[in-house]
């Protein structure tokens, strides 16, 4: 059983590979990236990488310079791909104004 430092609740392995399986089913369903960030992607780096996820870690502003990166790489001379997503930035806002609005 792994511990969560932040929380310091246990960790069931039985949820841990739930997760992993469905991120997994993610990664293979997506047709795009899919990044995960927080303690678990600290936790679980290698095991992300290996279903094909990147993970971001636990830094805010370095996760969105990776997505941003990866983005930026992927469209690069594409302006087509460049309007289909908007920033990490815009969706991350997006979300903070709709749990804002929940409250």
Not at 4 to 13: G, K, L, S, T
Not at 14 to 28: K, P, T, Y
């Amino acid at each position: 059983m792994r511990r969560n430092a932040r929380f310091r609740r246990p960790v069931e392995p039985a949820q841990i590979a739930a997760n992993l399986n469905e991120i997994s089913q993610l990664v293979e369903s997506a047709g795009v990236p899919v990044f995960v960030g927080g303690r678990f992607s600290v936790l679980l780096q290698r095991e992300l990488e290996q279903i094909g996820a990147q993970p971001l870690g636990d830094n805010f502003a370095l996760g969105l310079r990776l997505i941003e990166a990866d983005m930026a790489s992927k469209s690069s001379g594409n302006s087509a791909t460049r309007a289909t997503y908007p920033s990490p930035t815009q969706v991350i806002l997006q979300g903070v104004r709709r749990f804002h609005s929940l409250c």
